[in-house]
């Protein structure tokens, strides 16, 4: 028999969620809930940022009640907390404090893996995700061990960059073991929820699933860990930066006005919850033919070179618009591992080579201390 909402509502209405004995269905507390046809359960739980410790055994208790069901395959279920009073929309809180959620762990270290770093672009469709993923590769080319947490839920792209098919194992205590592609550890909503679910994910529910992706993982010992953010400056973002210590962010961007304007944003957000710029990507930087060979620069060109270095950060490198790069990524081969040697490879190894060398040295973007002689 296959579940329905009804019978995952049953199961949550024998779930207490204070002394009173109020059920979770009754309290209010609960958002949608979404049972997809593999009969997997999705539901968050909203709670005050106060209560973020005592509901972790209601979200507990309620993930074992639908886990009884028959046929339930699996549960993904979360605590949210409203954004903090005074955070804006876009994230920023009057006189640039670092906003916080009670209900969000605190720049915890994940064990085992020593840096943590984001992929992020003001903007969707700038070739993130491709870059993400190279830059991943690019990394493990250098002998790194390094994981791939897709966190763009909104847009999962990782199973397919990376030809990825299948579910993640359930270990124990709801710890989930990471897939692997080409000698990465990769995880991603996608591997967990279908497409159309995916688009579900929405405001607060975002946040928590994020943290739980980060920390509800196998990912074992990790030289670096990349995560792949939703595009935009928003909570998503900043939950990312809340709720582990990022070493740093690479900003993505075409050489496009439009688009530097959302990486000056992307720039500005990170350094207002002072986490390092890595650096910026100009992507689909230049067009070559590839009947005539002629370069053409379809969006400008140098754009995000010259907004780095108005901003002060590192410029980690262009990247063509170059349909090899495109064909591979649509064929699950990315360009580093499908044509090591070539081109394309060399420009996302250099940008790892940049990226660890930031990282190793421990400065990242931090400037170093003016030594004054006096
Ligand atoms: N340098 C490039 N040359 C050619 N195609 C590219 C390049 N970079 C990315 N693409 C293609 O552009 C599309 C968008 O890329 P990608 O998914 O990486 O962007 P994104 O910024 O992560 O998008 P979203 O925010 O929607 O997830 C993909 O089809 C990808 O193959």
Same mark, same amino acid.
């Given at each position: ?12 209405? +024998? ?6 004995? +109020? ?84 720049? =915890? ?9 984001? #992929? ?44 990825? $098919? ?27 929820? @279908? ?10 529910? #975002?946040?928590?699933?994020? +943290? =739980? ?10 030289? #670096? ?13 900043? +939950? ?15 050489? =496009? ?86 081109? $394309? ?28 002689? @006096?």
């Amino acid at each position: 028999m296959a579940i329905t909402r009804e019978h995952v509502l049953q199961a949550l209405s +024998t779930v207490p969620v204070d002394a009173n004995g +109020t059920d979770l269905v009754a309290s209010g507390r609960l958002s949608d809930v979404v049972v997809d046809d593999a009969g997997r359960v999705m539901f968050s739980i909203t709670i005050e940022p106060s209560e973020a410790a005592s509901m972790e055994r209601v979200r507990q208790a309620a993930v074992t009640a639908v886990q009884g069901l028959p046929a339930v395959k699996g549960v993904f279920a979360s605590l949210t907390a409203d954004r903090p009073a005074g955070v804006g929309p876009s994230g920023s809180s009057p006189g640039g404090a670092r906003p916080r959620s009670a209900a969000q762990p605190k720049n =915890q270290r994940i064990p085992g893996v020593q840096h943590v770093i984001a #992929v992020a672009s003001g903007k969707g469709g700038v070739g993130k995700s491709t870059t993400a993923c190279n830059l991943a590769l690019g990394l493990k080319a250098l002998g790194l061990k390094v994981g791939l947490l897709d966190a763009d839920i909104y847009g999962p792209s990782m199973p397919k960059l990376l030809g990825i $098919h299948g579910k993640p194992r359930l270990l124990e205590n709801r710890i989930l073991e990471p897939m692997e592609a080409y000698g990465i550890k990769v995880m991603s909503i996608g591997f967990l929820v @279908e497409e159309e679910a995916a688009m579900i994910w929405r405001g607060p529910m #975002v946040m928590s699933a994020i +943290t =739980q992706m980060l920390r509800e993982v196998a990912w074992g010992d990790l030289d #670096v860990l990349v995560v792949d953010m939703p595009p935009g400056t928003g909570d998503a973002q900043l +939950t990312m930066a809340q709720a582990t210590p990022l070493a740093g962010a690479v900003i993505v961007s075409t050489p =496009q006005d439009l688009a530097l304007i959302d990486a000056r944003r992307g720039v500005s957000m990170f350094k207002r919850v002072e986490i390092p710029i890595l650096g910026i990507v100009e992507n689909m930087a230049t067009f070559v033919c590839p009947h005539c060979g002629q370069s053409s620069h379809i969006f400008g060109h140098g754009g995000a070179r010259d907004e780095a270095s108005r901003l002060g950060v590192p410029f980690l490198g262009e990247v063509p618009l170059n349909m090899t790069i495109r064909e591979l990524s649509d064929s699950g081969r990315p360009v580093v591992v499908a044509e090591p040697e070539g081109p $394309h490879a060399r420009i996302y190894k250099d940008m790892a080579q940049q990226v660890w060398t930031a990282l190793a040295g421990g400065a990242a973007a931090r400037p170093a201390p003016r030594i004054v002689i @006096e």
